[in-house]
């Protein structure tokens, strides 16, 4: 069975600045990895999708992710957020042998971005 | 192309009583999966339909159950309901197969009173 933890439940940071978002996963099989967000009263969006070969992902709206498979991490950054991108960001695993596409996801970050 | 489509928005229901959630995936997607979206309880996986079959399924009571059409689009029924059902239900669709993310409707708020 698989895990991830996200290990900040909240993130607070000033606009144009730069944020990162840690993910850490556990998993007795090798696994994809996705990171999604969900603005407000929405459903979650996918911002990117890390499935084989170069281990820095970019994706949507300027954000990128980087696999490290020794430490099991797939932490997301920004280098400049805007006030929009306030949500909540989550990171989710599914096996890369299993059947379907299920998804296990960590607790969630929330952004704050302050003026 | 249209995103995935649940319905209704907001669903209001007192204890004892039955819901009945609906999905609608995108056009060529035949995977439906359920989640629950409770209050600090983060992101639960409920349910996995393919071609009209259940594939696999969460860690939930068997009063939560469903089905997928021939259209594919599926239903989830919760019945006996409990205060502690009140969350988001959020479906997403995928094609089928490995390596294909998750398509993601923007839920049904489910409140038991």
């Given at each position: 069975a698989q895990s991830v933890t996200q290990l900040d439940s909240q993130v607070p940071v000033f606009e144009e600045a730069p944020v990162e978002l840690r993910c850490n996963y556990s998993s007795s099989v090798s696994v994809y990895l996705f990171w999604y967000v969900q603005y407000p009263n929405q459903g979650l969006q996918l911002l990117l999708k890390y499935l084989?070969?170069?281990?820095l992902v970019k994706g949507i709206n300027g954000f990128e992710a980087e696999f490290n498979k020794s430490q099991t991490s797939f932490h997301l950054r920004k280098p400049s957020v805007h006030i929009s991108d306030t949500a909540e960001y989550f990171c989710a695993v599914s096996e890369s042998k299993a059947a379907g596409n299920k998804l296990t996801f960590g607790g969630g970050t929330r952004v704050l971005v302050k003026p | 192309e249209a995103g995935v489509t649940q319905s209704p928005t907001h669903l209001i229901k007192t204890r004892g009583q039955q819901a009945t959630l609906r999905c609608s995936p995108i056009s060529g997607h035949t995977s439906v999966y359920w989640y629950q979206q409770a209050l600090g309880l983060g992101l639960q996986f409920l349910l996995w339909y393919d071609e009209g079959e259940e594939r696999n399924r969460g860690?939930?009571?068997?009063?939560?159950s469903g089905r997928q059409f021939p259209n594919y689009s599926s239903e989830l029924n919760v019945n006996?309901?409990?205060?502690?059902?009140?969350a988001l239900y959020l479906c997403a669709s995928s094609v089928t197969g490995g390596a294909r993310p998750l398509h993601f409707g923007n839920g049904t708020r489910l409140t038991v009173t």
């Amino acid at each position: 069975a698989q895990s991830v933890t996200q290990l900040d439940s909240q993130v607070p940071v000033f606009e144009e600045a730069p944020v990162e978002l840690r993910c850490n996963y556990s998993s007795s099989v090798s696994v994809y990895l996705f990171w999604y967000v969900q603005y407000p009263n929405q459903g979650l969006q996918l911002l990117l999708k890390y499935l084989s070969g170069s281990t820095l992902v970019k994706g949507i709206n300027g954000f990128e992710a980087e696999f490290n498979k020794s430490q099991t991490s797939f932490h997301l950054r920004k280098p400049s957020v805007h006030i929009s991108d306030t949500a909540e960001y989550f990171c989710a695993v599914s096996e890369s042998k299993a059947a379907g596409n299920k998804l296990t996801f960590g607790g969630g970050t929330r952004v704050l971005v302050k003026p | 192309e249209a995103g995935v489509t649940q319905s209704p928005t907001h669903l209001i229901k007192t204890r004892g009583q039955q819901a009945t959630l609906r999905c609608s995936p995108i056009s060529g997607h035949t995977s439906v999966y359920w989640y629950q979206q409770a209050l600090g309880l983060g992101l639960q996986f409920l349910l996995w339909y393919d071609e009209g079959e259940e594939r696999n399924r969460g860690n939930f009571p068997p009063r939560f159950s469903g089905r997928q059409f021939p259209n594919y689009s599926s239903e989830l029924n919760v019945n006996a309901l409990e205060l502690e059902d009140s969350a988001l239900y959020l479906c997403a669709s995928s094609v089928t197969g490995g390596a294909r993310p998750l398509h993601f409707g923007n839920g049904t708020r489910l409140t038991v009173t």
